[in-house]
C-alpha cells in the first residue's frame, strides 16, 4: 500500500515539471525559478550548461526569437527516495518562427532527466539535463489567427487559476 | 486547510474528467461528454467557433468530428489551483484531426490550452466554465502508414468500452 505522502511528493514534482513549461511558454521568469534550487544546475547540451535559474532567465529571452511555442510533457517517471528523487519526462515541443514569407516550425522530440530534493518542504530541481533524441523543422501552413494565447500575465490562465472565471 | 488525501482526491478528480472529455469527444459519446458539466456550465472556444452552454459545446463537436475521418485529443500538462469546492486548471492539448479535401488526405493539427474552472455540488466536480485558448495550428496533407492494432471505432463499439468495463 502506497502512503498518501508519496503521491503527494509525486504530484508535487510533477506540478514542477508543468509550472517549468509555463514558465518558458508564458516567459514567466520568477515562476520558473521556483522550479528550480538556488544552487541547481542545468545542462542544455550545446545550447547552455550553468545554473538552473540561469536557464529560465536565457530561454525566456531566447523565446522571443519565436511567435509562439508549446512544451507538452508525457510519461513522467519518478523514483523517490526520502527527500531525494530522479524524474524522466518526454517533452514535444513545438516552436514558430517567421522567415520572411515562411513560417517554419521547430520540433524536438527529447527528455528531461531531473534530479530532485525537498528542501523545507519544498521540492525543486537539483540537476536538470535535457536529451534530444530527434528534432526536425518543417515549412508549416497556419489554419487561422489565435488571438487569446499571450506571453505574459494577460494570457486568461493567470485568472482561472487564481480561481476567477 | 483540507487534509491532503482530499487534496490528492480533488486534483485525480479533476483530472480524470478533463481525460474524460477528451474521451468523448474522440469516441462522439454526447452522454459521456455532458457528464463532466454543471448545468449552468458555460464553454467559450472562440467567437468563430462556439461561445454557449458548456454542454452544448459537446453537442457542436460530435456534430463536427463525424465529418472527419479520426481525431485524436491528447492532453499533457495539467496544472490544477484548489479553492476549497471550487479550482482552476490549465491543461495542455494537442488535436490531431484527419479530413479528405479535394482528394487529398489532410492532417490538422492543434496545439492549445483547456483553461477551466471546477465546482464541487454535492460531492461531485463538474466544469462551470471553459474557454480555449489556441497556441499554434496546421493543416498538411499526410500519408497513411500501413495501419497496426485494433481498429478504432466512434462509438460503443471502440474495444475501450469492455476493458473499461473490466471484461477481459
Known sequence: MIAAGEVADRLAIMEQIYRYCRSVDRLDVPLGHSVFHEDSYADFGASYKGPGRGWIDFICVEHLKYLHHSHQVTNIVIEIDGDRAGSESYVTAKLRSRQGERLIQFEFCARYVDTWSRRDGHWAIDRRECVIDFDSTTDVTPINDNQRARRDRKDPSYSVLKGEQ | ?168
Open chain 2, 1 to 168: 486547510m483540507p487534509d491532503l488525501l482530499t487534496e490528492l482526491a480533488d486534483k485525480q478528480a479533476i483530472r480524470d474528467l478533463i481525460y474524460t472529455y477528451c474521451r468523448a469527444v474522440d469516441r462522439i459519446d454526447v452522454p459521456l461528454g455532458h457528464s463532466i458539466w454543471h448545468d449552468d456550465g458555460y464553454a467559450d472556444y472562440g467567437a468563430d467557433y462556439y461561445q454557449g452552454p458548456g454542454k452544448g459545446v459537446i453537442d457542436t463537436i460530435c456534430a463536427h468530428h463525424h465529418h472527419l475521418l479520426s481525431h485524436s485529443h491528447q492532453v499533457a500538462n495539467i496544472l490544477i489551483e484548489l479553492h476549497s469546492d471550487s479550482a482552476g486548471s490549465e491543461s495542455y492539448v494537442h488535436g490531431t484531426m484527419r479530413m479528405k479535401r479535394d482528394g487529398k488526405l489532410m492532417h490538422l493539427g492543434v496545439w492549445g490550452r483547456y483553461l477551466d474552472s471546477w465546482e464541487k455540488r454535492d460531492g461531485r466536480w463538474g466544469l462551470v466554465r471553459r474557454s480555449v485558448v489556441f497556441d499554434h495550428q496546421e493543416i498538411r496533407e499526410v500519408t497513411t502508414m500501413p495501419g497496426h492494432g485494433l481498429a478504432a471505432a466512434r462509438d460503443v463499439s471502440d474495444p475501450s468500452y469492455a476493458v473499461l468495463r473490466g471484461e477481459p
